[in-house]
Structure formats: structure tokens, C-alpha cells
């Protein structure tokens, strides 16, 4: 069955340095692969989304990577700052019909 | 302007109770979704309705669960004889269309089954 991984365990960072989060998937090829933020008592807000045939997406301080035959996704936040603190997660379309699939989402801390 | 809103934010119930939860997707948008997350656990896919074609039922977990969507704009999400498993914040989301990637989220509803 499709798995998407990350990293459960929080990251903690301090303000200024660049923020790398991970998502993993197996058993899938995706169309595409998209990043949402997630604030306490919210709904997930998108961030960015990238297609399998691009390597690399820039959104201001954001940066995604997609590496399909790693199957796996880099998201980058730099010059991080204590607003990014938040959960982010990876989501995966797994058919026609726009279902997407998340990851667990990881828990990102910015301190100042 | 309006974003996708739900209805209520919160929910205490008794178990074996039924609820009705309440989205209210973007204007316009013929996409609507529900998921459902459990405390610290990533989205679970519920249902989807796309315009007027006959919903992807697919993720419900048990027959306990349905949704309608009434003139392809509101949407309710019913829980019969609810457990305390039920217990979970519940997301709608909605699409501009079926192949519009992008989905807004609503704020969720709270479900606390005791």
C-alpha cells in the first residue's frame, strides 16, 4: 500500500538558518507532489507544488525539491524565522479524482 | 473573499449519538473534500464530490459515515451511532475543479465522542 514518511519527530531551528524537511513515499509514482503549512486549530494551507518532471520549485523563502527515483521530497525554508514555526506536510495525488494522500506532517520550531 | 467555512467548530457528543457536521466550500468550486485527523496523525481521505457525478465513497471508514452535498455547493457529513474512535478533527476542503490541484481548507471541526 502507499506509504508517505516524515520525520514524526519535531525540528528545531534557530532563526536565520535554513529549515530542511523530508518526505519520503514508496510503492507510487506521482503526477505531483505538494506542501501544505498547518497552524494549531487550522486546516492546511498550500504552500507549493511540484510535477514530476520538475527538479526543483522556488516560492520566496521556500524551495522544493522532487526526486522521483529516490521518491522522496526536500523542502527547504531559508533564513527561517519564528513565524515558520508550524507543521508541514507532503501530500501525493494517488488518482484521477484529486484524492490526496499526506504524510504525517513535521513539526517545524523556529527560535528566535 | 469567503473561504471554505464549517460548521460547528466544535462538537461534544455521547457515544451512540448521531452528528451532523457542516462544510461550506468556496463559491464556485465543484471539487469538495473530507478528511479527517486524528490527534498528531497525518489527513485521512474520507469522501469527494465532483460537480453532480456520484461520489467517491471510497475512504469512509464504516457504513456509520456518509455525506451529501445538496445543489453542488453545501456539504454535510453524518455520523450515526458515533464511537469514541470517531473522536477527531474533521477537514473539508474544496477544489476549483476535480483537476485543480490546489485544495482550500476549511478550519475543522472538533469531535470529541465521550
Known amino acids: 500500500s502507499q506509504k508517505i514518511e516524515q520525520n514524526s519527530e519535531a525540528l528545531n531551528i534557530q532563526e536565520g538558518k535554513t529549515a530542511t524537511l523530508t518526505c519520503n513515499y514508496t510503492n507510487y509514482s506521482p503526477a505531483y507532489l505538494q506542501w501544505y503549512r498547518q497552524d494549531p486549530g487550522r486546516g492546511p494551507v498550500f504552500l507549493l507544488l511540484?510535477?514530476?518532471?520538475?527538479k526543483e520549485k522556488r516560492k520566496e523563502r521556500l524551495k522544493v525539491t522532487f526526486d522521483t527515483t529516490l521518491k522522496q521530497s526536500l523542502f527547504h525554508i531559508t533564513a527561517s524565522q519564528p513565524a515558520d514555526s508550524a507543521t508541514y506536510l507532503c501530500?501525493?495525488?494517488?488518482?484521477?479524482?484529486?484524492?490526496?494522500?499526506f504524510g504525517g506532517g513535521t513539526r517545524l520550531m523556529v527560535k528566535p | 473573499g469567503a473561504g471554505v467555512s464549517q460548521s460547528p467548530s466544535n462538537k461534544v457528543t455521547e457515544k451512540g449519538k448521531d452528528v451532523e457536521l457542516r462544510c461550506d466550500p468556496i463559491s464556485g468550486h465543484t471539487a469538495l473534500y473530507w478528511y479527517r485527523q486524528s490527534l498528531g496523525q497525518g489527513l485521512e481521505f474520507l469522501i469527494y464530490f465532483q460537480g453532480n457525478s456520484a461520489p467517491d465513497k471510497s475512504g469512509l471508514p464504516s457504513d456509520r459515515f456518509s455525506a451529501e452535498r445538496t445543489g453542488g455547493s453545501v456539504s454535510t457529513l453524518t455520523i450515526q451511532r458515533t464511537q469514541q474512535e470517531d473522536s477527531a478533527v474533521y477537514l473539508c476542503?474544496?477544489?476549483?475543479?476535480?483537476?485543480?490541484?490546489?485544495?482550500?481548507f476549511g478550519p475543522g471541526t472538533r469531535l470529541l465522542v465521550l
Open positions: 476542503a474544496s477544489s476549483l475543479a476535480v483537476t485543480q490541484e490546489t485544495q482550500y
Open positions: 501530500a501525493l495525488d494517488i488518482s484521477a479524482g484529486n484524492m490526496l494522500t
Open positions: 511540484i510535477r514530476e518532471n520538475e
